[in-house]
């Protein structure tokens, strides 16, 4: 799951999609691809959108959810929470004795 996560924060533009459901949550994909492309210049498809929403999909940064014909987008940072506490908080190691 780590490496999902990390492939998924290594693209600039899916940090970028992350950055703009961080300002609105529950985004359509239209709404990214605009915002997208009025702040950041962007020219990607709306098929190359879709296939970065699905990489951040798979690695749980981000949720779905289909409200009657559309389908919004939502941040989840649960998987960033596990990585901070994974190295900042580590469990104590085990006694061995």
Not at 19 to 41: N, P
Request: aromatic content about 6%; charged content about 30%; proline content about 5%.
């Amino acid at each position: 799951m780590a490496d999902d996560l990390f492939k998924a924060l290594a693209d600039p533009t899916r940090r970028r999609i992350l950055d703009g459901l961080v300002e609105r949550d529950g985004q359509t994909l239209f709404e990214i691809c605009a915002r997208l492309s009025t702040r950041h210049g962007s020219e990607l498809t709306r098929q190359a959108i879709s296939q970065h929403l699905a990489v951040l999909e798979a690695a749980d940064l981000v949720r779905s959810r289909r409200e009657g014909r559309y389908k919004f987008h939502d941040l989840n940072t649960e998987p960033l929470e596990q990585i901070v506490t994974r190295w900042l908080r580590p469990t104590p190691p085990e006694n061995t004795a």
